[in-house]
């Protein structure tokens, strides 16, 4: 059987300091199973990584069976508009992945060019419930749920016997993700909790850090920047710490939350976008109104002080994402590549 020749559009900037992203992932997954992945962009420059993204479409678009998007809500969402159009163009088949937590409004303040880029795809894959049902809503039929996968092996699982406030924050630093609450809710535990910390993992993006850094030292608090980290590194981080906290104020099914139920680790989250589909509540991990840092630090209080529950919590998690596992997850792209 003749491989399947892929183009993957996104953003492959984790050479540039960037944080590693799906495209990056995926892409090699998929050649492992014996696809032909030629991966598009790596440039920083936004105009220039659009034009070196429809350079590498016009370039192959002869000998490629498909392409891939990453597909965002916020102004990297007109990469896609423009790729799927040159496809629409060569009538090449082309396949949104949909990552934006913020794509449904897209859907709302959008709704012609939003009805021509995915009512024309091959098919529009989303990785959460979250995304699936908007886009339902939204009259949508070409949608197929394929959630975003890890490799579980590289996720070494740790039984903690009981649960400090070591607490661990990864996204990049950005105002979407609210970084500067996580440490308004170490300021807030550190009242109750002389003893917590909090380790903060990844690279700026829109000038968050130093805003984040001028408050740490206004506050004199416990805190370590570490900037970005590769997975590995990170991920043994983990193993000193006993809490994952995610502040966002738009999400979809960010993979880092996923890596944290994976090693063990509870997860206490602000309750937007995909959130409360990856974590129901008291179950698998906890959830809390966005920008409210006291009620969020009420729910690491009960985390901490409820060791039996959260050992369950953390069990319950680590089930859950057995289910996405790449030897799970990779059947169901076989299924929509073939």
């Not at 892409?27 to 350079?55: A, H, P």
């Not at 002389?194 to 416990?222: F, I, Q």
């Not at 039996?308 to 680590?318: F, G, M, P």
Request: net charge positive; glycine share 4%; proline share 4%.
């Amino acid at each position: 059987m003749k491989r399947k020749r892929l183009l993957y559009v996104g953003n492959a900037l984790s050479n540039k300091g960037k944080t590693v992203t799906t495209i990056e992932t995926l892409s090699l997954l998929l050649r492992q199973e014996g696809y032909d992945v030629e991966v598009t962009s790596t440039i920083s420059n936004k105009l220039l990584r659009m034009f070196g993204m429809m350079r590498a479409l016009l370039r192959s678009r002869k000998s490629i069976d498909t392409v891939l998007i990453d597909t965002y809500s916020t102004s990297n969402f007109w990469f896609a508009v423009i790729i799927a159009s040159l496809c629409r163009t060569y009538s090449i088949p082309y396949i949104p992945i949909l990552h934006g937590g913020n794509l449904p409004e897209r859907l709302i303040n959008n709704k012609k060019t939003c009805k021509k880029l995915f009512t024309k795809a091959a098919v529009n894959v989303v990785p959460s419930g979250y995304l699936y049902n908007a886009f339902a809503k939204a009259g949508f039929s070409n949608i197929t749920y394929i959630p975003n996968t890890i490799e579980l092996e590289k996720y070494p699982f740790k039984e903690r016997t009981v649960f400090q406030p070591n607490l661990l924050w990864v996204r990049s630093f950005a105002e979407i993700y609210n970084p500067l609450m996580a440490i308004q809710v170490l300021e807030k535990l550190y009242q109750q909790y002389p003893e917590a910390t909090l380790t903060m993992v990844g690279p700026d993006k829109d000038g968050s850090l130093a805003l984040c850094e001028a408050y740490v030292r206004k506050h004199n608090l416990p805190l370590h920047f570490t900037g970005r980290l590769s997975k590995e590194a990170w991920t043994s981080l983990a193993q000193d710490h006993d809490v994952f906290i995610s502040t966002t104020n738009f999400d979809n099914t960010p993979v880092s939350v996923m890596e944290a139920m994976a090693l063990g680790l509870p997860v206490v989250s602000t309750n937007v976008g995909g959130m409360p589909y990856l974590i129901q509540d008291t179950v698998d991990g906890l959830l809390s109104a966005p920008e409210d840092v006291a009620a969020f630090s009420e729910k690491l209080s009960e985390l901490l002080e409820n060791t039996a529950s959260t050992k369950k919590i953390v069990l319950n998690a680590r089930q859950k994402v057995e289910t996405f596992d790449w030897i799970v997850v990779k059947e169901q792209w076989h299924k929509v590549l073939c």
